[in-house]
T-cell receptor, first 117, second 111 residues
Framework: GAVVSQHPSRVICKSGTSVKIECRSL??????MFWYRQFPKKSLMLMAT?????????EQGVEKDKFLINHASLTLSTLTVTSAHPEDSSFYIC?????????????FGQGTRLTVV | SQQGEEDPQALSIQEGENATMNCSYK?????LQWYRQNSGRGLVHLIL?????REKHSGRLRVTLDTSKKSSSLLITASRAADTASYFC???????????FGSGTQLTVLP
């Protein structure tokens, strides 16, 4: 099956610094990738849709200046958490879909555990 | 996209028993997917059922879909301790490729 790789799997950073998380589709091209955030024992919350070659589409309540998304190629999207604060500590997951229409299947990265101290 | 709601929120069974979890959604769909998430890990795609299908099997997994009731169920037969995870459903309306998830069902299989 298709593989989506996310890196790093864990990161600890100091308050005020920025952290970049990468999401790569390894064996297919993804014009669209998605970024989710998950709190402990909670559902995944869609943060934004990353569009290759254009601006990301953010969900309501998600600060676009804080969570910078870049989708520079068909196989790579990055999420940068800028000026991180402890409340940004969370589990971040990306996904990418191969193809489209009713047979679309989404593949997820393994997630990134961000801890801001 | 629309959100699926899983039920029950938590389920605890003995190894070897069957586990059934349900998903309800609100509007018409083209397909519905089930995912599994081990603690602190990403989601793993389990199975996709299309709106014109009523039942689908994959190994020990059996998924049903009732579009008239806007509900789906996931049955795991002969459960194993390794099946312990959270299970999420994701209904999808055609070309919309973003998925939204409910809170999931936390399945615990006791050895």
């Amino acid at each position: 099956g298709a593989v989506v790789s996310q890196h790093p799997s864990r990161v600890i950073c100091k308050s005020g610094t920025s952290v970049k998380i990468e999401c790569r589709s390894l064996d297919f091209q993804a014009t669209t990738m998605f970024w989710y955030r998950q709190f402990p024992k909670k559902s995944l919350m869609l943060m934004a849709t990353s569009n290759e070659g254009s601006k990301a589409t953010y969900e309501q309540g998600v600060e676009k200046d804080k969570f910078l998304i870049n989708h520079a190629s068909l196989t790579l999207s990055t999420l940068t958490v800028t000026s991180a604060h402890p409340e940004d500590s969370s589990f971040y997951i990306c996904s990418a879909s191969r193809g489209g229409g009713p047979k679309t299947e989404a593949f997820f990265g393994q997630g990134t555990r961000l801890t801001v101290v | 996209s629309q959100q699926g709601e899983e039920d029950p929120q938590a389920l605890s069974i003995q190894e070897g028993e069957n586990a059934t979890m349900n998903c309800s959604y609100k509007t018409s769909i083209n397909n519905l997917q089930w995912y599994r998430q081990n603690s602190g890990r990403g989601l793993v795609h389990l199975i996709l059922i299309r709106s014109n299908e009523r039942e689908k099997h994959s190994g020990r997994l059996r998924v049903t879909l009732d579009t008239s009731k806007k509900s789906s169920s996931l049955l795991i037969t002969a459960s194993r301790a390794a099946d312990t995870a959270s299970y999420f459903c994701a209904p999808s309306s055609g070309s919309a490729r973003q998925l939204t998830f409910g809170s999931g069902t936390q399945l615990t299989v006791l050895p």
